[in-house]
T-cell receptor
Framework: QKEVEQDPGPLSVPEGAIVSLNCTYS??????FMWYRQYSRKGPELLMYTYSSGNKEDGRFTAQVDKSSKYISLFIRDSQPSDSATYLCAFYTGRRALTFGSGTRLQVQP | DAGVIQSPRHEVTEMGQEVTLRCKPI?????LFWYRQTMMRGLELLIYFNNNVPIDDSGMPEDRFSAKMPNASFSTLKIQPSEPRDSAVYFC????????????FGEGSRLTVL
């Protein structure tokens, strides 16, 4: 079993749609849960991070963590063409090195 | 404030040649990471340094790969000899010592080995 599972997509949605991106994980030692966004031909950049189970909201983005199910989600409301990118979930045990999902490619059609 | 700087951005080489990728981390960051990204395997950690000392190199694929960090502002990743399966985007990232784990990535070095 892989440590992190993430659907690679691609996921294509119309502008204005609500997008749901998900990852499952198996390592109980993961303490911090993050979402990175990677535009084409660029390095990943941190979008959101959270420590505890529950929801964290930042503008149009909501990160959700369910530690009991080992499942994290990222919701994007009112999606825009500028949200088109690859979204990678990432996990941190405190060992200073992140474990990344393989990424989900999102395309928002205008 | 300059971000993580990598060079070259693109490298095309022939099998058997030596490849050297370079990275300048953000000033003041204590940790430096080398990741490799491919379609098949996603983003994989190769090695990371803390205060210029290699901490974990268990992700380095084989002896053909080596990494050094001679000082706080420079690191290299070397592949010798290179093989077509080494074709990937290699990212360098750095972080200040903090518990949240926010990595700052460079723009990557895209390597193609023919």
């Amino acid at each position: 079993q892989k440590e992190v599972e993430q659907d690679p997509g691609p996921l294509s949605v119309p502008e204005g749609a609500i997008v749901s991106l998900n990852c499952t994980y198996s390592n109980s030692a993961f303490q911090y849960f993050m979402w990175y966004r990677q535009y084409s031909r660029k390095g990943p950049e941190l979008l959101m991070y959270t420590y505890s189970s529950g929801n964290k909201e930042d503008g149009r983005f909501t990160a959700q963590v369910d530690k009991s199910s080992k499942y994290i989600s990222l919701f994007i409301r009112d999606s825009q063409p500028s949200d088109s990118a690859t979204y990678l979930c990432a996990f941190y045990t405190g060992r200073r090195a992140l474990t990344f999902g393989s990424g989900t490619r999102l395309q928002v059609q205008p | 404030d300059a971000g993580v700087i990598q060079s070259p951005r693109h490298e095309v080489t022939e099998m058997g040649q030596e490849v050297t990728l370079r990275c300048k981390p953000i000033s003041g960051h204590d940790y430096l990471f080398w990741y490799r990204q491919t379609m098949m395997r996603g983003l994989e950690l190769l090695i990371y340094f803390n205060n210029n000392v290699p901490i974990d190199d268990s992700g380095m694929p084989e002896d053909r790969f080596s990494a050094k960090m001679p000082n706080a502002s420079f690191s290299t990743l070397k592949i010798q000899p290179s093989e077509p399966r080494d074709s990937a985007v290699y990212f360098c990232a750095s972080i200040r010592d903090n518990p949240t784990g926010e990595l700052f990535f460079g723009e990557g070095s895209r390597l193609t080995v023919l």
